[in-house]
């Protein structure tokens, strides 16, 4: 079992567990979240993404079967009058196969992403995540990230 790095060329592998995390978010939010594209342009999407250098994924293995990924973005944040300036990485998709949380997989991804946070001199990990998803909220609260803002919308329709 290892944390690896995901290349462009690779993002077919996170298909599977995007799409237990996305079909989620749809199954509670449809109003939201529209169902996912067909593989191919999810695929380009991915991995037009993920050229991006401030952009990574990283893979949990398992027995050469991908078993959790979180993709994150390293964002140097300028001071204002009213924040601080902060080197930060936003995590913006963790997924654990349903069949194997529970097991530190989470954990680990999020491990390896704040260890590389550090050496590359960053001093922030942020995230956001749904309402309904406790699991994510008790995944981000074990890992050491705390609420600091509430993010609210009202939509039309």
Not at 104 to 131: K, W
Not at 134 to 149: C, D, E, F, W, Y
Request: charged share 20%; net charge positive; aromatic share 8%.
């Amino acid at each position: 079992m290892s944390v690896i790095t995901i290349s462009p060329t690779q993002v077919h592998r996170l298909l599977p567990l995007l799409h237990q995390a996305h079909d989620l978010h749809v199954q509670h939010q449809p109003q939201r979240y529209a169902p996912l594209p067909e593989s191919a342009e999810l695929v380009t999407y991915l991995s037009e993404w993920l050229c991006q250098t401030e952009v990574v994924a990283l893979g949990y293995e398992g027995n050469q079967t991908l078993l959790g990924y979180a993709i994150y973005e390293n964002e140097r944040r300028a001071a204002t009058p009213f924040r601080r300036a902060e080197t930060r990485a936003m995590l913006h998709h963790i997924s654990v196969d349903a069949g194997h949380r529970r097991q530190g997989i989470g954990m680990a991804l999020i491990t390896e992403l704040r260890r590389r946070l550090l050496r590359d001199g960053g001093d922030t990990l942020a995230t956001s995540y749904a309402t309904f998803n406790t699991a994510s909220a008790k995944l981000m609260a074990r890992a050491g990230l705390q609420p600091v803002i509430s993010f609210a919308e009202w939509r039309a329709g």
